[in-house]
């Protein structure tokens, strides 16, 4: 019951400005105002449904959330630490789908989704935003952009047992991307998931 998506997907109909017909409804997810008031600039740049949740995502009605995670599924620190204490077992479910799809290690680019066990959110999507666990990333990373793409290809491309994900998964709630332990800019978060959002769900028919 897990589903796997890379980044082999070509860049179909890169800039060009047609929004997919559907789309996942996006919930970008802030503690703290720095992230927030980022996530607030982005998403008035973006077409579809995207909303700005100042809050826990996990106080979001979801059926996935996103993990920022490490390349190796450890979720001790930061957000991931707080899906390890909701939903009891998700380390190592994350841990087994990389050993399973990825030979124990998950690329940056590339996700997994996994069941959390609970009705809502019923998944989790782990997409890295750093190798090892507690990297601080470089200020010029690209990775918030790469773990959003993965995340939003997952949606769009990947497979359950049931059927396509984005069959079971309506709305996605997303927290900072690297912002936390990875020192990322909020404003440079924010920049790269809208750049994601756009490259991935804006195409021509």
């Not at 809050?55 to 930061?78: C, F, I, K």
């Not at 680019?109 to 750093?130: K, N, Y």
Request: hydrophobic share 45%; net charge negative; glycine share 10%.
């Amino acid at each position: 019951m897990t589903a796997d998506s890379g980044t082999h997907a070509g860049r179909e109909g890169a800039g060009t400005s047609r929004l997919s017909p559907r789309t996942p409804e996006l919930v970008l997810c802030a503690v703290d105002e720095p992230l927030a008031a980022a996530w607030t600039t982005a998403a008035e740049s973006l077409a579809g449904r995207v909303r700005v949740h100042r809050g826990s995502v996990l106080d979001v009605t979801a059926q996935a959330v996103v993990s920022p995670a490490n390349s190796y599924g450890w979720m001790r620190g930061g957000i991931d630490a707080v899906y390890a204490r909701a939903f009891p077992g998700i380390e190592q479910s994350v841990r087994s789908a990389v050993l399973a799809f990825h030979g124990g290690e998950l690329p940056i680019g590339e996700a997994v989704l996994v069941p959390t066990g609970e009705a809502e959110p019923a998944w989790l999507i782990s997409a890295p935003t750093m190798r090892e666990p507690g990297e601080v990333l470089p200020a010029d990373t690209v990775h918030p952009y790469l773990a959003a793409r993965a995340v939003f290809l997952q949606w769009r491309d990947g497979k359950l047992d049931q059927g396509p994900v984005r069959e079971f998964v309506d709305t996605i709630a997303m927290p900072g991307l690297g912002t936390g332990v990875g020192g990322v800019e909020p404003a440079t978060c924010a920049r790269q998931v809208a750049a994601a959002w756009d490259e991935v769900f804006r195409h021509s028919r």
